[in-house]
């Protein structure tokens, strides 16, 4: 199994990136896929995901600035973040959560309830 996320890097206030989520190794159609990140010394939060059936959901602090959409033929889940702010700097993790899961409707930003990670992907905004 692989998640391997790209697109990271050093961007400017108000300005955007996309992070990508490549996957390989499981039914990747069956998962809800999500992004979390995590700031210096704290722990990880969630940040947008989305489920087997195209349903997305944001944090609060993303909603309205951050899309995320998946591509089931290429196994992959974008994030578009637009106007980012220096408090969006952190190292960005996707992860892979299977449908079957009896409560993850109701846990999905329970770290837990995802069985697969990647290795993350730092963001850095300046202002």
């Known amino acids: 199994v692989q998640l391997v996320e790209s697109g990271g890097g050093l961007a400017q206030a108000g300005g955007s990136l996309r992070l990508s989520c490549a996957t390989a190794?499981?039914?990747?159609?069956?998962?809800?896929i999500a992004w979390f990140r995590q700031f210096p010394e704290k722990a990880r939060e969630g940040v947008s995901l989305?489920?087997?059936?195209?349903?997305?959901y944001y944090a609060d602090s993303v909603r309205g600035r951050f899309t995320i959409y998946r591509d089931n033929a290429k196994n992959t889940v974008y994030l578009q973040m637009n106007d980012l702010k220096p408090e969006d700097t952190a190292v960005y993790y996707c992860?892979?959560?299977?449908?079957?899961?009896?409560?993850?409707?109701?846990?999905?930003?329970?770290?837990?309830?995802?069985?697969?990670w990647g290795w993350g992907t730092q963001v850095t905004i300046s202002s």
């Open positions: 190794g499981f039914t990747f159609a069956d998962y809800t």
């Open positions: 989305i489920n087997r059936d195209g349903n997305t």
């Open positions: 992860a892979a959560a299977d449908y079957t899961h009896p409560e993850l409707l109701l846990r999905q930003w329970h770290l837990t309830e995802y069985d697969y």
